[in-house]
T-cell receptor, first 115, second 111 residues
Framework: GAVVSQHPSWVICKSGTSVKIECRSL??????MFWYRQFPKQSLMLMAT?????????EQGVEKDKFLINHASLTLSTLTVTSAHPEDSSFYIC???????????FGQGTRLTVV | GQQLNQSPQSMFIQEGEDVSMNCTSS?????WLWYKQDPGEGPVLLIA?????ELTSNGRLTAQFGITRKDSFLNISASIPSDVGIYFC???????????FGTGTRLTVIP
């Protein structure tokens, strides 16, 4: 299967700072990337969908000014959590899908802890 | 976003036993997927289903796409300790881009 790599795997940051998470498709071109958030013992909740070269589409209740998504190339999407607060602490997971593909492949996730 | 109802929420079974879990939705899906997630990792795809009534196997795993297109089932036969993890179903609506995930089934296998 295709490989999607997320970086970093975990990050601890101070409240009020910003954190950037990268999602890369290593062996295919990802026309669409998805960002999910998963709280402990809960399911994955879709935050936003991004297509290369265009603005991301955010799910209801997700603040687009707080969670900045950039999908500038076919192999890289970034999620920036701005002015992070402790309640933003969560497991963030990306997935990527190639053009014409029906399957999306997941990254290994990034655990964000805001202190 | 939409969420799928998955049951059971958790299971404790003896090694060697078979496992069944299911997922239901109020919407019709044209694709059903089953994933396994280990702690601190992203989900890994186990089985993908694309047609109503489809029955697909992957080793000891078998999944079925319900005839109504609103449900799906996953069976694991002869469970082993490495089957431990959280299993998620996911559905995709016709013409939609994204997946909706189930609530998850946490499986514990007792050696």
């Amino acid at each position: 299967g295709a490989v999607v790599s997320q970086h970093p795997s975990w990050v601890i940051c101070k409240s009020g700072t910003s954190v950037k998470i990268e999602c890369r498709s290593l062996d295919f071109q990802a026309t669409t990337m998805f960002w999910y958030r998963q709280f402990p013992k809960q399911s994955l909740m879709l935050m936003a969908t991004s297509n290369e070269g265009s603005k991301a589409t955010y799910e209801q209740g997700v603040e687009k000014d707080k969670f900045l998504i950039n999908h500038a190339s076919l192999t890289l999407s970034t999620l920036t959590v701005t002015s992070a607060h402790p309640e933003d602490s969560s497991f963030y997971i990306c997935s990527a899908r190639g053009g014409g593909g029906t399957q999306a492949f997941f990254g290994q996730g990034t655990r964000l802890t805001v202190v | 976003g939409q969420q799928l109802n998955q049951s059971p929420q958790s299971m404790f079974i003896q090694e060697g036993e078979d496992v069944s879990m299911n997922c239901t939705s109020s919407s019709i899906f044209n694709t059903w997927l089953w994933y396994k997630q280990d702690p601190g990792e992203g989900p890994v795809l186990l089985i993908a289903l694309y047609k109503a009534g489809e029955l697909t196997s992957n080793g000891r795993l078998t999944a079925q796409f319900g005839i109504t297109r609103k449900d799906s089932f996953l069976n694991i036969s002869a469970s082993i300790p490495s089957d431990v993890g959280i299993y998620f179903c996911a559905g995709q609506e016709t013409g939609a881009n994204n997946l909706f995930f189930g609530t998850g089934t946490r499986l514990t296998v007792i050696p």
